[in-house]
């Protein structure tokens, strides 16, 4: 069907492309902030990612995952 699966090692951030983001979204949008909640970091991570893209001149979208899950 076209899916290929691939393990990667534990630590091993030079694989996984999303490492990359994570270092410059704490780096440069992140850096000597306080977040007083979870949900507050939410916030800061969605638009450090919305002016990075900004910057970088390519569109970002956020997606939204309902959840069955009952708590």
């Excluded at 850096?31 to 001149?57: C, H, P, S, T, W």
Aim: aromatic share 12%; net charge negative.
């Amino acid at each position: 069907m076209g899916l290929y699966i691939f393990f990667l090692p534990k630590y091993c951030s030079e694989m996984n492309p999303i490492e990359l983001e994570w270092q410059h979204l704490k780096k440069d949008e992140l850096v000597g902030k306080m977040f007083n909640d979870e949900l507050e970091l939410a916030y800061a991570v969605i638009d450090g990612v919305q002016a990075r893209g900004e910057r970088g001149n390519y569109s970002t979208q956020r997606v939204k995952f309902n959840s069955n899950r009952s708590s």
